[in-house]
């Protein structure tokens, strides 16, 4: 046809089947794809070449006891070749069923099995006793080894590997073993075998099969059948966590984790204020210089402490709580501090309910109250507290707005949502989680960490933790603070509502005087 832009037309197509083909191999059709390989599958016998092994191998033995006949090695790869997170409901192997992935050996048994690489120490916790993975024989008359693998969650990228020993069937017809079979499924997905890109050559893969198994099988063989060595940051021993009880459902669950991970650890809680838990740490200081305690601060220490040394761990927001039958759930800048001065006395003279302000505070040692005092009150401090019971004055307390103070953050909640007209401040985390009351927007914003890094909603500050000076790096402290600000502990710190410091666009706001 005269005049078609056939060279538009053609370059458009050189463009879209392409994109088309990549667009459905990794946004639609690979967006979750678990991948195997066989890295290794190679007899040992002396006939087949591998002579040098013999003394080491002749010491190989099934589990009750038996020698193994014609042993061979195994080596798998699993890994998230896509390009979503693979979490564990994503398999669907059997619904009911902890077994996520099913690889089996024709021909073959299982003498023994052990996982040799994680791409990431959180996943050793998916190979518990009770995690599914195991191996076992199926069909009686011919058997066919079987190991099943657990609904391993994997981010993208992530992988591990499981090396196996077999064993050929007794009186089996063949030299020759089928290839593993690998049995599974993906919701929305697939399963599937990946290409090495590394491409070495059959010597190279005797050379490393050789070495691979000598070296495990000369450690121990309880390491194939039994043990399964934690990750190489664990750390043992005994840890004192002190300080913020604001943070402590984050180190409660941080911490519970670690010693899941990490065998042989043992963490005591001791949260009584970040002021007061800055003073216990530094007194265990004085006595040993590695005290084997952590503490927590909301805000960053005061004067005094010239040893200590803080770490940034998360940006934290708090808000102001009420009583529900208050009437209010916005306040000003303005009004917040009126209330705090004692200038406003019931709530109606701000259009909510005719009901006695009364004011729940922390105790004067408390991080979250000084964030209030410094980021709200403009470093004012709170009056004292001239109540116990939070509903009246108590006798002989001077006139004004009812003011008690309690030594928590859930201690705070739970008096606001008990007494009528109550106002208190809390860590947002513990507030949200709370039915019982309700959370206070300031000048309009809510506790959001966009309003908070845009300067429009002010009542944030950063969590530390201290140490006295610096941590041995083998030692528990320094394993936990690294386990903290890792990939699981960012996860725990994301889910109590809190943001690491080290994904914020502008770390900067992790600091003093920010």
């Given at each position: 046809m005269e005049g078609f832009p056939w060279d538009v037309l053609l370059a458009v197509v050189g463009i879209v089947v392409p994109a088309a083909a990549f667009l459905w191999e990794f946004a639609l059709g690979g967006r979750k794809r678990l991948g195997y390989r066989v890295q290794m599958d190679t007899p040992t016998a002396s006939e087949r070449?591998?002579?040098?092994?013999?003394?080491?191998?002749?010491?190989?033995?099934?589990?009750?006891?038996?020698?193994?006949?014609?042993?061979?090695?195994?080596?798998?790869?699993?890994?998230?070749?896509?390009?979503?997170?693979?979490?564990?409901?994503?398999?669907a192997v059997n619904e009911n069923d902890r077994?996520?992935?099913?690889?089996?050996?024709?021909?073959?048994?299982?003498?023994?099995?052990?996982?040799?690489?994680?791409?990431?120490?959180?996943?050793?916790e998916c190979f518990g006793d009770d995690s599914g993975f195991g191996a076992r024989d199926e069909n009686p008359e011919r058997p066919v080894g079987v190991i099943d693998?657990?609904?391993?969650?994997?981010?993208?990228?992530?992988?591990?590997?499981?090396?196996?020993?077999?064993?050929?069937?007794?009186?089996?017809t063949t030299d020759e073993f089928d290839d593993p079979q690998v049995v599974g499924e993906i919701k929305g997905g697939s399963l599937r075998e990946t290409t090495s890109r590394t491409g070495p050559t059959g010597s190279v893969i005797a050379l490393i099969c050789f070495l691979v198994v000598v070296s495990i099988f000369q450690l121990t063989r309880s390491l194939l059948f039994d043990a399964k060595p934690p990750p190489l940051d664990c750390a043992s021993g005994q840890l004192v966590i002190t300080g913020s009880t604001a943070f402590a459902p984050v180190l409660k669950e941080a911490t519970s984790s670690y010693a899941k991970t990490c065998p042989g650890t043992s963490f005591t809680f001791d949260s009584r204020g970040s002021a007061e838990g800055l003073g216990s740490l530094n007194q265990a200081g004085q006595k040993d210089e590695n005290p084997g305690v952590l503490a927590f601060s909301d805000g960053a220490?005061?004067?005094?402490?010239?040893?200590?040394?803080?770490?940034?761990?998360?940006?934290?927001?708090?808000?102001?709580?009420?009583?529900?039958?208050?009437?209010?759930?916005?306040?000003?800048?303005?009004?917040?501090?009126?209330?705090?001065?004692?200038?406003?006395?019931?709530?109606?003279?701000?259009?909510?309910?005719?009901?006695?302000?009364?004011?729940?505070?922390?105790?004067?040692?408390?991080?979250?109250?000084?964030?209030?005092?410094?980021r709200i009150l403009e470093g004012k401090r709170e009056p004292g507290d001239n109540s116990d019971d939070c509903l009246k004055q108590a006798p002989g307390a001077a006139p004004g707005v009812?003011?008690?103070?309690?030594?928590?953050?859930?201690?705070?909640?739970?008096?606001?949502?008990?007494?009528?007209?109550?106002?208190?401040?809390?860590?947002?985390?513990?507030?949200?989680?709370?039915?019982?009351?309700?959370?206070?927007?300031?000048?309009?914003?809510?506790?959001?960490?966009?309003?908070a890094v845009?300067?429009?909603?002010?009542?944030?500050?950063?969590?530390?933790?201290?140490?006295?000076?610096?941590?041995?790096?083998?030692?528990?402290?320094?394993?936990?603070?690294?386990?903290?600000?890792?990939?699981?502990?960012?996860?725990?710190?994301?889910?109590?509502?809190?943001?690491?410091?080290?994904?914020?666009?502008?770390?900067?706001?992790?600091?003093?005087?920010?």
């Open positions: 070449g591998f002579a040098p092994s013999a003394d080491a191998l002749a010491q190989l033995q099934h589990e009750n006891g038996d020698r193994l006949v014609d042993p061979s090695f195994v080596l798998l790869r699993i890994e998230n070749s896509g390009t979503t997170d693979i979490d564990t409901d994503d398999y077994v996520g992935v099913r690889v089996k050996f024709p021909g073959r048994t299982v003498a023994g099995m052990v996982v040799t690489e994680l791409s990431s120490s959180h996943l050793h693998l657990p609904r391993v969650p994997l981010n993208r990228g992530a992988h591990y590997k499981i090396l196996a020993v077999l064993d050929r069937v007794p009186n089996g220490k005061g004067e005094g402490f010239p040893r200590l040394l803080p770490r940034p761990v998360a940006f934290s927001l708090f808000t102001l709580v009420v009583n529900k039958e208050s009437g209010v759930q916005d306040l000003s800048l303005a009004q917040i501090r009126d209330v705090y001065d004692g200038k406003i006395a019931n709530w109606k003279d701000i259009g909510g309910k005719d009901l006695p302000v009364r004011l729940v505070d922390r105790h004067s040692d408390s991080g979250t109250r000084r964030t209030f005092e410094v009812v003011r008690c103070a309690r030594p928590s953050t859930n201690d705070v909640l739970d008096a606001i949502a008990r007494v009528p007209g109550a106002l208190g401040y809390s860590e947002l985390g513990a507030a949200t989680k709370r039915q019982d009351v309700l959370p206070v927007r300031i000048d309009g914003h809510q506790a959001t960490l966009e309003g845009h300067a429009a909603y002010p009542l944030w500050e950063t969590e530390y933790a201290y140490t006295f000076g610096e941590p041995k790096a083998d030692s528990l402290a320094a394993s936990f603070l690294r386990y903290l600000t890792n990939q699981v502990g960012k996860d725990i710190v994301r889910s109590h509502g809190h943001r690491p410091c080290a994904e914020l666009a502008n770390p900067v706001l992790c600091r003093p005087g920010t």
